[in-house]
């Protein structure tokens, strides 16, 4: 076999078209598969030599010469065919090339349905341990923030209309809470992920008695997959891990929109450092959200994958087919986004300065206290929808006379309700209304900075 000639070119009469062969090539993409496809190639070499297939001398040459081949990729002193079509064929070639016809023989009991499938899983095997490093790493910025934040009030929203009064630190445990939720996801993905297909060779498995279980074991899998049509067909896995990434993505562009309305001059909550903002070549006041604007824009690209995936695996029938070749760049780019955008928010997020006093100014300007005056009226005897009813009135008084509640005087309030005393004030105030709600999962300060050191409990050191 020379390097250019198709390993499988036995049976052809005529050379591959030269658009087919572009077209159904995969090197150009799929070489990025290179490091995982010898690593598994070695361990196969090294199962071979156990059962008998391969003496020691022909083990060792094989994984010497892959050894050296991982070491000329390293150094981009490879040529990648594109006659040969992908990624394991071009290994394979260059292997037969530096150590001769031993190298033939690495092939024997596998084929490349379940040599791809196992290279795509230790590849995603790997990226998800480096995408969860990634995460917990943001959530360590996160948690930091938080408890820099752990007494500043800003409004809470819902219908993104000013609720009630909360903690700055509160809201960005919120995002840690996100983001806890999406590692446990990847790392559960992960047991499925971590199942081995070689062995399965094209689909039936191999009139070789392979020892699977070694096999496995070298290189890092759980077990081997148990049914041999089913590993080397389903993707089942990827789609998952596109799923995980996509709820990670999404959450990603929740905190991202709120970064951008906080940074606007509307709301001023929040300041990005310059270096994570651009400005405008026409608008010289100007300073872009752009990190996060782009985070936003990101999860377009990856929910997409997740859907190209779902696509690409809806209706094939059993086992391997062409299509599958069709994962590989979307599982790739969802890697790139995701990292990236961590990346980038975890770089961010510990220079983010809170503006407290406009945080603060909103919370007194948007009546975020009037549930702390229902809840005043019914510990004074009021049922809670006639209290509801008297700070409603309350509060069309203050919109009417463009002042919050606790701008209002004894008398005005008394007029609404005569059990009003002048211990009102007191949970008037934004502090008193936070540091009230101070049970398990709450917003006030001391909860925070519990939830904090929960927080930091179960992160990863590093
Ligand atoms: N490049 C192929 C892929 O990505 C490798 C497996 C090819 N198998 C085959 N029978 N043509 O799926």
Same mark, same amino acid.
């Given at each position: ?61 094989? *994984? ?36 001769? +016809? ?20 230790? =590849?995603?095997? +790997? ?35 000013? $609720? ?28 499925? !992920?971590? *199942? ?28 081997? $997959? ?5 590993? *080397? ?5 990827? !789609? ?41 070549? !026409? ?36 086992? =391997? ?24 928010? &975890? ?19 948007? =009546?975020?206290? $009037? ?80 939830? *904090? &050191? ?9």
């Amino acid at each position: 076999m020379s390097s250019e000639q198709k390993p499988w070119g036995g049976r052809f009469s005529e050379a591959t078209d030269a658009f087919v062969e572009a077209f159904t090539a995969s090197v150009e993409f799929d070489r990025r598969l290179a490091r995982h496809d010898i690593q598994g190639s070695i361990a196969h070499a090294q199962m071979l030599q156990r059962i008998g297939v391969l003496t020691e001398k022909e083990m060792h040459a094989i *994984v010497r010469g892959l050894e050296d081949i991982a070491g000329d990729i390293d150094r981009g002193d490879f040529h990648w065919s594109l006659q040969l079509e992908d990624v394991h064929m071009n290994i394979e070639a260059r292997l037969v090339d530096r150590i001769g +016809e031993t190298g033939k023989k690495l092939h024997t009991g596998r084929s490349r349905n379940d040599q791809v499938a196992t290279d795509l899983r230790l =590849y995603l095997r +790997e990226a998800v341990d480096l995408i969860c490093r990634d995460l917990a790493r943001l959530q360590r910025a996160l948690v930091d923030l938080a408890e820099r934040e752990a007494d500043t009030i800003m409004p809470g929203f819902t219908h993104l209309q000013t $609720a009630q009064p909360i903690t700055f630190g509160h809201h960005l445990l919120a995002w840690y809470e996100m983001l806890a939720r999406d590692r446990e996801r990847l790392q559960d993905c992960r047991k499925r !992920i971590n *199942v081995m297909p070689l062995g399965a060779a094209a689909l039936a498995g191999s009139s070789f008695p392979l020892d699977r279980h070694c096999t496995a074991q070298l290189l890092g899998f759980d077990r081997p $997959a148990a049914n041999s049509l089913d590993a *080397v067909s389903d993707r089942d896995f990827a !789609i998952e891990f596109a799923a995980c990434a996509s709820l990670l993505m999404m959450h990603l562009t929740r905190i991202a929109e709120e970064l951008v309305l906080w940074t606007s001059s509307q709301f001023a909550f929040v300041e990005l450092p310059d270096k994570f903002c651009t400005g405008s070549s !026409i608008m010289p006041q100007k300073k872009n959200p752009d990190v996060p604007e782009l985070v936003r824009g990101k999860a377009g690209r990856v929910f997409g994958h997740l859907f190209g995936l779902l696509t690409l695996m809806k209706s094939q029938p059993l086992a =391997y087919n062409k299509d599958n070749q069709e994962d590989k760049e979307p599982v790739f780019d969802t890697v790139d986004t995701l990292r990236a955008c961590l990346r980038a928010f &975890a770089d961010m997020v510990p220079h983010i300065r809170a503006n407290r006093d406009e945080m603060r100014l909103a919370a007194s300007r948007g =009546y975020a206290t $009037a549930t702390d005056l229902a809840d005043y009226l019914v510990r004074k005897g009021l049922a809670f929808r006639d209290a509801h009813e008297v700070v409603g009135k309350a509060v069309r008084l203050g919109v009417e006379t463009r002042r919050d509640l606790a701008a209002l005087s004894l008398g005005e309030l008394q007029h609404f309700c005569e059990l009003i005393d002048d211990d009102v004030f007191a949970v008037l105030t934004l502090d008193g209304s936070v540091s009230a709600r101070d049970h398990f999962g709450g917003t006030a300060p001391i909860r925070v900075r519990e939830a *904090v &050191a929960e927080a930091r409990r179960h992160l990863p050191a590093d």
